[in-house]
Each structure stands twice: as C-alpha cells, then as structure tokens.
C-alpha cells in the first residue's frame, strides 16, 4: 500500500503535494518523493519520511504548478533511494508514481531489456513507466494512448499518475483495484489516494473507477474508459 498525490492549477504545488504526503504517511513510510513541472521535470526522493525529504531539498527550486508525490510501502525492491518513487523513464520525459502490483512486470522487463533498456531501480512501476515510453516512441501516439494500451497488457492492481516534460499542466491517471480520488477546484484540480489531502481546498470530488483514465488539467477533468470512450 502506497500513497499517491497530485496538483495542477494556480497554485505553487509543492505545499499541497508534500502537505497531502504527510496526511497518507499512514499508507506507507519506507520513502517518499515527488516530481515538479518546471523547464522540464525535476525529481526529488528519498530513503525514509516525509519530513526527511523536506530536509533534504531546502534550499531547492521548488517553484511548479504542477506535481505529484508519492509515499511508500515497499512491494518490488527493497527501500532505497532508487527505488523510491516517482520514477522516470528512459528518455527523461515522463515521470511516474504508482500503487499497487503488477503481476506480470518480470515479462514485461525482459520484452524491453531485448530492446536494450536498462533499468536502474528494482521496481515494477520502472518497468510499467518504460513500458508507456516504448509504446508512445514505437506508436508515434500521444501519452494518453500509450497508457491505454500499455494498460491493456498489464496484470495485477495499480493507480498510476504520470507527468511529461512536453505537457506542464497536465496529469496523466489510471485506476485498476487501487483507490484514485480527484478533487475540482476553480481552475484547479488535486488528486489522491483518498479525499484528506484535498478537503481544505474543495469538498467537490470524483472516485475513479476500475478501467477509468483521466486527463487532468487546471481547467478540464475528461475520464474515459481504455476504449478511448468519454464517460
């Protein structure tokens, strides 16, 4: 069990982010991290809690209005400072949080390492991120649908949150047996494992649903189903 936050809006994300984190340390506390929008994506995790990690990036350029942080229960890969989350893919573009399991990542890991990835953590959410990346590259497809396919071959459980360095305000969700809320503000949108990190802000929320993925912007929430329907 993981905990999972997200932000795009008006705001500085980084205190809504790390706020939310503190609030589902219960769902684990083995490491934590987050990733910002900003120029490009920057990465931040570490070994241990929420406030270690606040500690260890003072005096960061923390400045985003869009981001997504992670707290977690280690599955796949021991706790470690590369194997905290968010992850990011081999080309640097795409950074990914996720909870839950997916069954059949060793299968997957072996398809990409014949292409010649190398993977650096021993997770499965590394693989699964690397997953979306080949298919985007091999589909010359957009991130949305490379997620909805790659999702289509994935077993097992997971909520999964992306970030790419070519959209600054937009968040990439699925949801499959994991709990995804997201929160609608005015020009603005949180995401989480559940409604605490969200509550100060709105009391306007969405439960995602198995199969469901969502395009999150500041101004616009779509879900549609993997078949690409809107709902």
């Known amino acids: 069990m993981c905990g999972i ?15 939310g984190l503190k609030r589902l340390e219960y769902r684990g506390y083995d490491s934590t991290g987050i990733a910002l929008l900003n120029s490009g994506l920057k990465v931040y995790k570490k ?13 960061k350029d923390l400045h985003s209005n869009t981001g997504i942080g992670h707290t ?7 706790p470690s400072d590369v194997n905290a989350h968010p992850h990011t893919s081999s080309s640097g573009k795409l ?18 390492i014949k292409k010649g990835y190398h993977f650096s953590s021993e ?8 997953f979306i990346e080949d298919i985007q590259k091999n589909n010359e497809c957009d991130l949305e ?47 989480g494992s559940d409604a605490s990190p969200m509550l100060e802000y709105t009391k306007e929320v969405v439960y995602v649903n198995d199969y469901e993925l969502a395009i999150v912007k500041p101004n616009e929430l779509i879900l549609k189903n993997l078949g690409n329907e809107k709902l």
Request: glycine share 10%.
């Open 47 to 59: 070994k241990g809690r929420v406030a270690e990690l606040e500690e260890a990036i003072i005096g």
């Open 95 to 112: 950074a990914m949080i996720h909870n839950g399991i997916i069954e059949n990542y060793a299968q997957l890991k072996n398809e990409l």
């Open 145 to 191: 649908e490379a997620v909805r396919v790659a999702l289509k071959r994935v077993t097992g459980a997971y909520v999964i949150l992306l970030l790419d360095a070519d959209h600054p305000d937009t968040i990439i969700a699925a949801r499959k047996g994991s709990p995804l809320v997201i929160g609608v503000g005015k020009g603005e949108h949180f995401l």
């Open 72 to 78: 977690r229960w280690a599955t796949h890969g021991e």
């Open 123 to 130: 997770t499965d959410t590394e693989v699964l991120l690397n």
């Open 5 to 19: 936050v997200g932000y795009t809006g008006p705001k500085e994300a980084y205190p809504i982010v790390i706020t």
